[in-house]
């Protein structure tokens, strides 16, 4: 009986050992993955923007522009601004392959600074994504500082420098107000009515 239960408990160890063994191995692959360079290709370390990354200006900039050491595709570029506010910059995709595209803005609102989001497609349609960061005004400060100081708040937080949190965007509470009305195009009678024996077919 005592070998049988010692048979039973070094089984166990064992099958507890391997499974640990195994989500290690898994987390360290994980972590491999993830701390990989997203770009092999080169291009978002050889792409030159304006406003330059961590850019510090005196006033709004009219315009994006994107420099492109080969002939790309570009398919998404987005601007936000600190809150994830999301600017309306009537971006389109254009099929067509070309190494510089700029892109007028509108006028932009004050804020603590701007990120640019932009992918492309490379020759061998590989995708390839990217970021630039800038702020404006008087008081303004590169946004790397303020990055790092909202890094630094969110690991003290969580504990953890593998979290990574990413704010929703902000949500807009409406109180005290009608539901909207609409007006349908037609009706539909679900009721059949009955065929009037004194009307002519």
């Given at each position: 009986m005592r070998f049988t239960v010692a048979k039973k408990a070094f089984g166990l160890r064992w099958f507890l050992l391997g499974t640990s063994l195994l989500i290690s191995s898994w987390s360290v692959a994980q972590h491999?993955?993830?701390?990989?360079?997203?770009?092999?290709?080169?291009?978002?370390?050889?792409?030159?923007?304006?406003?330059?990354?961590?850019?510090?200006?005196d006033s709004p900039p009219q315009q994006l522009s994107l420099l492109f050491p080969d002939q790309v595709r570009l398919v998404k570029l987005t601007l936000r601004?600190?809150?994830?506010?999301?600017?309306?910059?009537?971006?389109?995709?254009?099929?067509?392959?070309?190494?510089?595209?700029?892109?007028?803005?509108?006028?932009?609102q004050q804020a603590t600074y701007y990120t640019a989001d932009w992918a492309v497609l490379a020759a061998n349609e590989r995708l390839v994504r990217g970021s630039?960061?800038?702020?404006?005004?008087?008081?303004?400060?590169?946004?790397?500082?303020?990055?790092?100081?909202?890094?630094?708040?969110?690991?003290?937080?969580?504990?953890?420098?593998?979290?990574?949190?990413?704010?929703?965007?902000?949500?807009?509470?409406?109180?005290n107000r009608d539901p909207p009305r609409f007006d349908p195009p037609f009706t539909i009678e679900l009721n059949e009515k009955k065929p009037d024996p004194d009307s002519i077919q």
């Open positions: 491999t993955l993830h701390s990989q360079a997203a770009d092999s290709t080169g291009i978002a370390a050889k792409t030159e923007t304006t406003p330059s990354d961590d850019a510090v200006l601004n600190e809150k994830r506010d999301w600017v309306d910059i009537s971006f389109r995709y254009r099929p067509r392959a070309a190494s510089n595209f700029i892109w007028a803005l509108p006028q932009l630039f960061s800038f702020a404006f005004g008087p008081d303004a400060e590169p946004p790397s500082i303020i990055q790092a100081a909202e890094e630094l708040l969110l690991q003290s937080r969580y504990g953890d420098p593998d979290i990574r949190y990413v704010a929703p965007p902000r949500t807009q509470i409406i109180i």
